[in-house]
């Protein structure tokens, strides 16, 4: 291992010691936490992550340019012609949502595994479930809500009108999510193997699908005339559902890749 | 007798042994015997023609390519809950048959679509949830690879294999929810309205043998498993010496 690589584990280790302890809010959290409740571990995770999230900026904004970027290489590469675009338009920009959530995944778990602190966690007396869960809320906050939000704009590349610029935002608002909250059991599963990141997307991609094709699906059926109703129903469900298994998942995999 | 001494692998080592022949010889005349029916006895289908006899060796891997996924799905539960290690490895024995059975269900689906829909590949609900399942038995087999050591392995596959398990009605659903919005392809597999009795015969057949081979491949490629897992148990020598002797 290289040294600048150890000084730069030491450095993420001091940042995130730092962002556990260094001022009056923490202390009222630490309080909270004799309880060692569900919402307090939640909250604790949250906190820290979008601590650590906002002092590390710079890369969610590349995240962030990345979505832009990948969203406007598909009109280069078909035609700039508007009815195409239309078309194209909403599964591109959920396409590049995917895409975009699948790089960030990593952030999620490794530097945490990296240096010790997620073994901290699994030891500690808070329910393992909820401190990922907050960690998969503060890691949606961070990375896919971003997404949400830019997606408005991008749209406007693709001659998207009002109603379909409205309905990909808020389809995505529901969806990234279940991307994060997904994503994090492959994050997890795929914690100390060999080949991290190309596994990670034969894992996880696959399990997005239903996302996908519900996500896009809502603008499509509004382009064909018909109602964005069932598809934001059926969206809203995958949310319901994920929220509920897939932090015990994720938790489950945190334990088995810290053996 | 208490059947959860086999749980042990170095019980049921020498019963999977002894069944395995057995299981394959089920497997191989009821093989002969449905693709003789198929091919044979089985009526020209007036509409499709002769293509339509590649069913008699799509359905039943098509069939057993989904059934492997929750087989796998109930080892990979007592495999966590229990933490057997045997079960864990019928699992993972499981794995590449089930990628085997959903490769050949799209191949030979691919040369049925050909003629009979003028294309290999439609985006057809049924096709494009099988190209995901085959996706999800890539992606198990290749965590499986990634991981080192075996008893971790077990259970990072034992998870995906549950999640997968609960997504895989999701996909098949949102994959035809999606293709009925877009009216795609002109192409639509209604089944067959009334298929005669020796159609349904010669697929029950193969479907038969379906299983037995894949419970004869499975029970042989455990016992890889168990031998190169335990080589260091003191069993292993000691059976092998016996049967050297």
Known sequence: MSATNQSQRESTAARNLAAVGDNASDRRADEAAVAYGVFAAIRWALVRDLRIAVRSRAELGVQVLFYAI?????????????????????????????????????????????????????????????????????????????????????????????????????????GTPILSLVGAIGAALTLATRGGGSLLALLVLPLYVPVLIFGAGSADALRAGLSAAPNLSLLGAGLLVALVGAPLAAAAAVRIALD | MNLYRFSAPAAFYPIAGAWAPWFALGAAILTVLGLYIGFVVAPTDFQQGQAYRIIFIHVPSAWMSMFIWLVMTFWSILALALNTRLSAMMAQALAPTGAWMTFIALWTGAFWGRPTWGTYWAWDARMTSELILLFLYFGLIALRNAIDDPRRADRACAVFTIVGAVNIPIIYFSVQWWNTLHQGASVSLTAAPSMAATMVAGMLVMALAAWLYTIAVVLVRVRTIILERERGAAWIDASLIARRV
Do not use: C
Request: no cysteine; net charge negative.
């Open chain 1, 70 to 174: 990948v969203v406007s290489l598909f009109p280069l590469a078909t035609s700039p012609e508007r009815n195409l675009l239309q078309t194209l338009g909403p599964g591109v920009l959920w396409v590049a949502a995917l895409l975009a959530s699948l790089l960030s995944l990593p952030r999620l778990f490794a530097s945490d595994f990296a240096d010790g602190t997620l073994e901290q966690m699994a030891i500690s007396p808070f329910p393992l479930s909820a401190l990922v869960g907050g960690k998969i809320l503060a890691h949606w906050l961070a990375t896919g809500l971003p997404l949400a939000l830019l997606a408005p704009l991008l749209g406007l590349q693709y001659a998207l009108d009002g109603a379909a610029l409205g309905i990909v935002a808020f389809s995505l608002l529901i």
